[in-house]
């Protein structure tokens, strides 16, 4: 073994005797809300496929025709020669449904985040950060990368952020990130109200819409369509939207700014056609998709009704993501491991990823799950406690 392997290994095993070391499995998503994982079939609350576009055969068969047509890549850089007219047109279509003047898709969404701060701050150097402490691990990714010490705001306290922006008037521009809907807990940020309070300081505003794009909002546009004050919606189309990319809506000068500053757009491969196709799908189904939407939502309601009824904690849930709160990190590694012998599977999210004492299981619902799914959820939950 080398030093370095030695040395990994070592690390490896110090994870280990913490419970913390991880392997990806091989899984593959299946209709009705269900993953197939370890040649068994498992009633999926942990994936992202919100709305069940991911095995929805119209996004399949556009990602199959534009590869036929257009190549399995394309070839270069955005700025080279790899955009496409299916970039610019995905782009225009993005632009609308946020009702954005514009839109950049970039590689996936954590590339969306991490190149976007650095690409603020270079317009503004010395330019104050603001992020909700829950923000995703990507928005502090791009924060280093952007070489900025970011000042966190307690989560969705927008009184404390108003003191921290009012603190830090001097600074030359000042930056919010946040997101619409939290991946870990579910609740939403009040987007008009924070709209607001960005506009009184004069402060950029950033909103992250991975988790609420498809799913919540006019046609499911999101959270922040049509709100004042808001400078830039975030987004992937790695969750509802059943296919893979990122992109941010803004106006078209800062997507101009962002195609000639942001290094993760200039330096990266343009997304190949057959992501492009199955984007294109995505995007002409989801404003059809009020019912599956209406869904979801009972199915939130019906979960975090039962997970009340039990004293389980459900935080400030309000969407379809809903976590079960039970605070040790063994409970929730237990609580995971008995819902998979039932043929479940919810994951157990442990700190880092959440705060000490906050371990919980992360369930996500899909609209293929029916009301019966979630009461066999809520039994399980029920029998194994
Ligand atoms: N932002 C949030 C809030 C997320 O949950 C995620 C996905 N985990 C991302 C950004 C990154 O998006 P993608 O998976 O498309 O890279």
């Known amino acids: 073994m080398s030093r370095w392997d030695q040395h990994l290994h070592e690390r490896l095993a110090a994870l280990a005797a913490r419970g913390q070391r991880r392997f990806p499995r091989a899984a593959a998503l299946r209709p009705g809300g269900r993953l197939l994982r370890g040649g068994r079939e498992a009633v999926d609350f942990s994936s992202n496929d919100y709305l069940g576009l991911a095995l ?5 068969e556009r990602a199959a ?3 036929a047509r257009l190549g399995a890549g394309s070839g270069a850089s955005r700025l080279v020669t790899g955009t496409l007219e299916a970039h610019l047109a995905l782009e225009a279509r993005v632009a609308a449904l946020k009702g954005a003047e514009a839109a950049l898709v970039l590689a996936s969404g954590w590339q ?3 190149a976007l701060v650095p690409a603020l701050v270079k317009a503004v150097p010395g330019a104050a950060v603001f992020t909700d402490r829950l923000v995703h691990a990507s928005i502090h990714h791009g924060c280093a990368a952007a070489g900025v010490r970011e000042i966190r705001f307690r989560h ?3 009184a404390h952020l108003d003191a921290l922006l009012a603190r830090h ?3 030359p521009a000042r930056i919010v990130l946040t997101e619409s809907v939290f991946s870990m807990d579910g609740d939403r940020a009040d987007v008009a109200a924070l709209g607001a309070l960005a506009g009184r300081h004069d402060a950029l505003l950033v909103v992250d819409e991975a988790h609420a794009t498809g799913v919540l909002g006019p046609g499911g546009a999101g959270l922040t369509h049509g709100i004042a004050g808001v400078d830039i919606a975030m987004g992937t189309f790695s969750k509802a939207l059943g296919g893979f990319g990122g992109y941010l809506a803004c106006s078209a000068v800062m997507r101009d700014w962002l195609v000639n500053a942001a ?5 990266s491969t343009a997304l190949p056609p057959a992501v492009l196709g199955a984007a294109d799908a995505a995007l002409e189904l989801v404003p059809q998709m009020d019912a599956e939407r ?3 939502e009972a199915l939130g309601e019906r979960l975090r009704g039962g997970l009340a009824r039990m004293g ?3 935080g400030g849930s309000t969407t379809q993501i809903v976590p079960a709160i039970v605070g040790a990190e063994e409970d929730a590694l237990r609580l995971s491991a008995l819902l998979e012998e039932r043929g479940m599977v919810a994951a157990a999210i442990r700190p880092p990823t959440v705060p000490p004492g906050t371990s919980r299981l992360r369930i996500a619902l899909r609209a293929g799950h029916s009301h019966g799914d979630v009461d066999d959820l809520i039994a399980a939950l029920e029998a194994a406690r």
């Open 65 to 67: 025709d534009y590869a």
């Open 263 to 267: 290094g993760g757009f200039v330096f």
């Open 312 to 314: 389980i904690d459900s």
């Open 156 to 158: 969705n306290d927008l």
């Open 169 to 171: 008037a001097d600074a």
């Open 112 to 114: 969306a985040n991490a």
């Open 56 to 60: 929805h055969p119209l996004l399949a």
């Open 294 to 296: 209406a869904h979801l």
